[in-house]
């Protein structure tokens, strides 16, 4: 009995031995930091950058400049490169490298805010965006009138607009806050931080907002911020067949 518990623990202790070499052999086969970082900064990904830019710009311009209600007060942008990750037994990410891109604009209102989200609603239908189930203009209605409980009582989630962009793989989102008056959210103008380039970012280039400067400045006569916002993946390599 006791020769064959001592035989098992040296099966055992084989296993996790072999086990050990097998993780160390298969290791990671993850970019290095320079290979991620020469292939973000290259010509090709620079170039889909720029086009995406101009995409997701003219997608959010046609939005704003619709709704006679808004008035621009100031646009964020960020590019941002991540490396993707893999160490052997484990799944990898889906993708070696991707980049993505993503830009808002920010507007002041005044008014009745419904009547704003519905001019933004019939803006963006009319440039041919889809709402999203559980983000249209008729959820966020029933929100408010609702004044944001359940009829149990609950706090109903805060309600946003979303809507499809057609014959793309991204969607665009509007958000707001009300800036002045008895029923402001000074919390929601915090600023955004800007990644840093720690890995597995390997490139970043930001445009930020100082949402508080806004506040004192461009919308201290205004009621209510709304941001309008969207963003697409523009560069991606996949993991070698």
């Known amino acids: 009995m006791l020769v064959a518990m001592a035989f098992l623990r040296r099966i055992r ?21 320079e290979e991620a970082s020469r292939e973000a900064n290259s010509a090709a990904a620079r170039r889909a950058s720029a086009s995406s830019a101009e995409q997701v710009d003219v997608v959010l311009s046609a ?35 991707r980049c993505g891109r993503g830009e808002t ?32 203009v008729e959820d966020v209605e029933r929100y408010y009138a609702a004044d944001g409980k359940t009829e149990d009582g609950l706090f109903m989630s805060w309600p946003t607009l979303g809507y499809l962009v057609p014959g793309q793989d991204w969607t665009l989102q509007v958000g707001w806050s009300q800036v002045t008056g008895p029923n402001s959210q000074p919390g929601l103008l915090d ?12 490139f970043v280039e930001s ?9 004192d400045g461009p919308l201290r006569k205004r009621r209510y911020l709304i941001s309008i916002s969207s963003g697409t993946t523009y560069y991606e390599i996949p993991w070698p067949a």
């Open 13 to 33: 202790l084989t296993t996790v031995v072999i086990l050990a070499f097998a993780l160390a052999a298969c290791g990671s086969d993850a970019p290095t930091r």
């Open 105 to 136: 604009q920010y507007l002041g209102a005044d008014g009745d805010l419904l009547d704003v989200l519905r001019q933004v609603d019939t803006s963006a239908k009319a440039v041919g965006l889809i709402p999203v189930t559980g983000s249209a």
């Open 63 to 97: 939005v704003t400049g619709k709704a006679s209600a808004l008035r621009p007060v100031a646009t964020t942008t960020r590019d941002i490169c991540h490396a993707g990750d893999t160490n052997g037994l484990w799944g990898h990410d889906t993708y070696r490298l």
């Open 207 to 215: 445009q930020p907002v100082d949402l508080r400067a806004l506040r």
């Open 191 to 202: 600023n955004q931080p800007v990644p840093e380039l720690t890995w597995p970012t390997v």
